[in-house]
């Protein structure tokens, strides 16, 4: 029996963005712009992991089917739900957004992070 290779998906100095683009679901006049960085996925298990980076202002977002780790690489935002409960985080922070969750995102400095989706 072979044992399966451990290898590095990516290191943070070396991540591929493509140019950022603007985030269709911006709201109030901000115009933030983002971009991914898919590194890894696992169709069997519908895992996902990838870097994702995102340009200040807000906008609309939602989490259905799919519970979010985030590890905050670079930034400072703040997630604001459907009933108004918020959660300011920065760089070092992780974060779990889980299935069903809904609200705002509020990008306050350049923001950079390290995500892991696990279908629900």
Same mark, same amino acid.
């Given at each position: 029996?072979?044992?399966?290779?451990?290898?590095?998906?990516?290191?943070?100095?070396?991540?591929?963005?493509?140019?950022?683009?603007?985030?269709?679901?911006?709201?109030?006049?901000?115009?933030?712009?983002?971009? @991914?960085?898919?590194?890894?996925?696992?169709? #069997?298990?519908? &895992?996902? $992991?990838?870097?994702?980076?995102? /340009?200040?202002?807000?906008?609309?977002?939602?989490?259905?089917?799919?519970?979010?780790?985030?590890?905050?690489?670079?930034?400072?935002?703040?997630?604001?739900?459907? @009933?108004?409960?918020?959660?300011?985080?920065? #760089?070092?922070? &992780?974060? $779990?957004?889980?299935?069903?969750? /809904?609200?705002?995102?509020?990008?306050?400095?350049?923001?950079?992070?390290?995500?892991?989706?696990?279908?629900?």
């Amino acid at each position: 029996m072979s044992n399966p290779q451990v290898k590095v998906l990516r290191s943070v100095d070396s991540l591929s963005f493509p140019a950022l683009a603007l985030k269709p679901t911006a709201i109030n006049g901000t115009e933030p712009k983002d971009a @991914t960085d898919n590194a890894f996925t696992v169709k #069997a298990s519908s &895992v996902d $992991l990838g870097f994702w980076e995102c /340009s200040p202002g807000s906008f609309t977002t939602a989490r259905d089917g799919v519970n979010e780790v985030i590890l905050v690489l670079e930034g400072k935002a703040t997630l604001v739900s459907d @009933t108004g409960e918020r959660l300011d985080h920065q #760089a070092g922070d &992780v974060v $779990l957004i889980p299935n069903g969750w /809904s609200g705002v995102w509020e990008i306050h400095e350049h923001f950079k992070k390290q995500y892991i989706t696990i279908s629900a």
